[in-house]
Nanobody, 122 residues
Framework: QVQLVESGGGLVQAGGSLRLSCAAS????????MGWFRQAPGKEREFVAV????????YYRDSVKGRFTVSRDNAKNTVYLQMNSLKPEDTAVYYC???????????????WGQGTQVTVSS
């Protein structure tokens, strides 16, 4: 398994941008698909984006397509989530997670970070 630590969350006005980072420890980071999930107060955790181990393939939930971009730097053991044109409904705790397969199902992820809060004001 890998250990994951997110950073980059904060308070931003609607229409603004944030970039989340997820730093991983462990030599096997490059073998994992990396996903981003979020959980808003009173709601279930939901899939946001995933990137293949090589970085060549990505997939997003419909509501963030065209606004969010997931990327990774395997040399730095880090995955990123660039979030543009943020909306109040994007407010949530954001988590990165590692999986052996490229999947949108949270049950398939074996390692999770502690989460970082993103708040978008209207």
């Amino acid at each position: 398994q890998v250990q994951l630590v997110e950073s980059g969350g904060g308070l931003v006005q609607a229409g603004g941008s944030l970039r989340l980072s997820c730093a991983a420890s462990g030599r096997t980071f490059s073998s994992y698909a990396m996903g981003w999930f979020r959980q808003a107060p009173g709601k279930e955790r939901e899939f946001v984006a995933v990137i293949r181990w090589s970085g060549g393939i990505t997939y997003y939930r419909d509501s963030v397509k065209g606004r969010f971009t997931v990327s990774r730097d395997n040399a730095k053991n880090t995955v990123y989530l660039q979030m543009n044109s943020l909306k109040p409904e994007d407010t949530a705790v954001y988590y990165c997670a590692a999986s052996r397969s490229m999947t949108t199902w949270d049950r398939d992820y074996e390692s999770w970070g502690q989460g970082t809060q993103v708040t978008v004001s209207s």
